[in-house]
């Protein structure tokens, strides 16, 4: 057990629709990470949270992408008006407080038909 | 920029057979390192990192890496595999952020399959 729970774990959903992911660390953690992953290859960097601030985002994280942490404790991911392309696992990870090492969730897997 | 390059794409080896995972990454200073393993549909466990000190890391499920400076190398390594240990493994190196920490850059993965 990582101490991060994501949900749903699946999600399909047609072109055009809206959908949020949830990322839940076992605690108020310092830093919270999400990630894409795509068929075939690792994981790549989207944003990440210290506490309640995004401090950066990645240029895969377009227009569409929204990622809040309104208390410093949960987070959740919003694609908005969804494209085939966005058909991947969406990973999130939490940092302890005295530590630099990420502990990676179960991943919410989206298929965008 | 950061990088990291497995350059095995897919390893088969036997069971009870010795394993060898190679990765090479590009960082200006001193890296934090990890190995990653990935299991179908699942999310990632980690195995085991490499922040300073000894130079050889001891990880779980008996695994081991070496961080080689001269090389810029972390190859995993297990001197016997067993069948559960079919999986995509990730190398990944820790790089700068905006803020002060750090965010991880994966590399492509080696599938391992496991002979019987």
């Known amino acids: 057990d990582t101490g991060v729970s994501q949900n749903p774990r699946h999600k399909i959903t047609k072109r055009g629709q809206n959908v949020t992911f949830r990322c839940d660390p076992i605690?108020?953690?310092?830093?919270l990470y999400w990630y894409r992953q795509t068929l075939g290859q690792g994981p790549e960097f989207l944003t990440y949270?210290?506490?309640?601030?995004?401090?950066?985002k990645s240029r895969l994280l377009s227009d569409r992408f929204s990622a809040e942490r309104p208390k410093g404790s949960f987070s959740t991911l919003e694609i908005q008006r969804t494209e085939q392309g966005d058909s991947a696992m969406y990973l999130c990870?939490?940092?302890?407080?005295?530590?630099?090492?990420?502990?990676f969730g179960p991943g919410t897997r989206l298929l965008v038909l | 920029a950061q990088s990291v390059t497995q350059p095995d794409i897919h390893i088969t080896v036997s069971e009870g057979a010795s394993l060898e995972l190679r990765c090479n990454y590009s960082?200006?200073?001193?890296?934090?390192l990890f190995w990653y393993v990935q299991s179908p549909g699942q999310g990632l466990q980690l195995l085991l990192k490499?922040?300073?000190?000894?130079?050889l890391v001891q990880g779980i499920k008996g695994f081991e890496a070496e961080f080689k400076r001269s090389q810029s190398s972390f190859n995993l390594r297990k001197p016997s595999v067993h069948w559960s240990d079919a999986a995509e493994y990730f190398c990944?190196?820790?790089?700068?952020?905006?803020?002060?920490?750090?965010?991880?850059?994966f590399g492509s993965g080696t599938r391992l399959s496991i002979r019987p």
């Open positions: 990944a190196v820790g790089a700068p952020t905006s803020g002060s920490a750090s965010k991880i850059i």
């Open positions: 490499y922040f300073s000190g000894d130079t």
């Open positions: 949270f210290q506490n309640e601030a995004q401090l950066e």
């Open positions: 960082y200006g200073a001193t890296p934090y």
């Open positions: 605690s108020e953690h310092n830093r």
């Open positions: 990870a939490r940092v302890p407080i005295s530590g630099e090492t990420q502990y």
